[in-house]
């Protein structure tokens, strides 16, 4: 129905755009979360390196104030020992040197080979700076080899104080760049160290780490390389560390694949919910509009079933009063007039004839054997005549239902010995429940429901018949069910329709006789295929329970 689809197009619109906002500003701000927090720890990591720079510098000055005092050195003849000693010892170290304080060599060793080129620029400068800092560090000089190496003095001094000499040297930096290689930095995140002419002096590269020449300077595609800075105040050296921008929000690109996805199965659901919605609308709206249409083409027996207690409920409850006062009003206007007519001008024929064969009867004046059973057959036919005038009578008669409290088992044996003698070769068998079971009901119509249920199960062919009484679900129950020819499946639904018959010689009546007495009496009636075989009736009627009882069922 073209309501569903705009009920679903709705529906589905209404959650999707809340959810569609919620997700932007989701997204929007994971991202921003993200993408700060990555950078923080980015910048973590650069300064953890940075202060790994600086405990470098200070094992050096640690090992450097050990050294100043150390006898060997001041030792004439076991100073070059010491020295070649703390060579092969001290990766860090390129070159040693003893010097007077006037700046004359006393004592030089290289790791690779004798050094030619001049410590210091300004011997005195750096003396000055030594005696304030104890260690002095010099700018960073590039060894004959290509390497980057830092220049150190420190003063070597007596036990009592008085400086005696000399202790400087090389520092190899490309023992630094070997530990800032182990550092943990991070996936492909690169360390790099700049002195303050912005020289790179140490760098973690591992393709580069023992390379002869200098690294390019600057880092390579910057565009897509993310970079943090920390300063060592030392020697105002700055570290730097880059990271490819893919691996540093690597996890905002997952998060925001997970949120996509988690928005998608929401969508998802948002539009399942909306067809069950629209569907669950729509059922009882298609079920009141084909009762409307059955309306419409004169038909008043569709069931508005499924319905909820809602408004659309109340709807269908409006919808099933309006059924029977226009099925009421139809019966009435339409067909009324014509049954009363009938039923009038055949029911006083059919009595005069009964009353003419009541007295041949009585007389019996010279009837032999076969005259007797004609007349038999005249009462039979009489009786059955009258049932059907009594039906049409019925049917245009609309009058409050006469309740009254009855013994149901007491009325159906009534009911079926009254229907004596049943056709040839039918067995008729009443099984009743309990004895004192009494319901509420219109004994009038149902006695005639019941002759109806079997004379329809007589007409069906069968040949053999079961009424049987009981306690159901707190109802008083009766069931006619016989192994006849059973239901056609294709008039199934208009069998309770009046004047709707299947037999050459039916009237139709019998059927909705038996429904309407049936929901008169406040009870309900199906009629439905036995799985073995023939058809069952089931009328269901309420209980007389005493004041403050119940039901055993």
Known sequence: MKIARKLSLTFLAGSLFPLAIVGGVLLREANRSLRGAALDHQKQAVEKAAEQVSEYLDEIRRLLGVLRGSADLQSPDRRSAALESVLNNGPMFSELALLDLSGREIERLSRFRAGESTLFSDLSLALQEARKREVYFGPVQTSDSGYPVLPFCTLMETRNGAPMGVLAGRLNLLDLSARLHRADAGKDALLHVYDSQKRRVAHSSAQDLFARTDPPEGLVDPEKRLEARAIVPELNWTVVLDQPESVVFAMVGTLRTRILWGLMAAGTVAFLLSVLVARSLVRPLSTIYRAVDDLSRGEFNTRLTGVARDEIGAVAARLRDAQRVLEAKVRQSTVGLLVHRVGHDLRQPLAAIRESAAVIKRHNVGLDDTAQKHLGLID?????????????????????????????????????ERMRPWPTGVDVAVMPGDETMTCVLDVDEIRRAIRNGL???????????????????????????DNGRGLPESVRGRLFSDFFTTKSNGTGLGLGIIQRAGERSGGTVALENNPTGGAVLTLTFPLDLPPGGHSNE
């Open 455 to 481: 004379r329809n199960a007589f007409e069906s062919g069968a040949t053999r018949v079961a009424v049987t009484t009981e306690k159901r679900a707190g109802r008083g129950c009766l069931r006619v069910e």
């Open 380 to 416: 039979l036919e009489i009786e059955s005549g009258m049932e059907s005038v009594e039906d049409l009578l019925t049917l245009g008669r609309e009058r409050p239902p006469h309740l009254t409290v009855v013994n149901l088992n007491a009325m159906v044996r009534e009911c079926v």
